[in-house]
């Protein structure tokens, strides 16, 4: 796995890059100070993941994602912070990152690289559980109006615990090619990008979902 880290707290970089690569099978392919170089980075080594804190001087790891995100949709990005700001949250989940990770939680960092290489959206301890909190549903969706039915429904929750297609699968007993054909076909009925904007998609709708469902 190929990782670019950012930074501004350079002692924070170095202990992180010394975490990442005690374990087999990753390497840090650059490092930066701060988002533009972050950016920079990304172009050039073409990371699997692009691992960066959110506050940076000069340029900030939101402005980054938004950069590099806008060339390439399909990047695979965490953000890694001592902040569990509702703001910021919003923003990563608005912009289609992978991840939202504190970092006093090094432990739970390496196995959420996996994890979002693997396809998965993670979010650290104290992050997960603000999600439904802040995302509310706005008013009465119509599913059907976007031809959306309850095994659709029940794919999209899946997606939004985190499941990977595999897991989806086995709780479901359809076949991991099913599971991909139902979340392709969500996502382009709902208009939306990737599997982190589809669980937005169910926090903000979520009464809803259930009302519907019952």
Do not use: C
């Not at 990047?75 to 509702?86: M, P």
């Not at 076949?175 to 991909?180: D, F, I, K, N, P």
């Amino acid at each position: 796995m190929r990782v670019v880290l950012a930074d501004d707290d350079t002692l924070a970089a170095v202990s992180l890059k010394t975490i990442l690569e005690a374990e087999n099978g990753i390497v840090v392919v650059g490092m930066g100070s701060h988002g533009g170089e972050a950016a920079d980075l990304y172009e050039k080594e073409k990371p699997d993941i692009l691992l960066m804190d959110i506050r940076m001087e000069t340029v900030s790891g939101i402005e980054a994602a938004k950069q590099v995100l806008s060339r390439h949709p399909e990047a695979k990005i965490i953000f890694l912070t001592t902040f569990s700001d509702d703001e910021y949250i919003i923003q990563a989940l608005g912009m289609g990152v992978k991840g939202y990770l504190l970092k006093q939680n090094f432990e739970g960092i390496v196995p959420a690289l996996k994890a979002v290489l693997g396809g998965q959206t993670v979010f650290g301890d104290g992050i997960a559980g603000k999600l439904p909190s802040f995302m509310n549903a706005k008013g009465k969706f119509d599913y059907g109006k976007y031809g959306i039915g309850e095994k659709e429904q029940t794919v999209i929750e899946a997606v939004a615990l985190g499941l990977s297609n595999k897991e989806i699968a086995e709780k479901l007993y359809f076949s991991e090619g099913t599971v991909r054909n139902y979340v392709s076909g969500i996502l382009e009925k709902l208009g939306l990008r990737d599997r982190t904007q589809l669980a937005v998609f169910y926090y903000r709708n979520r009464d809803t979902f259930w009302r519907e469902k019952k």
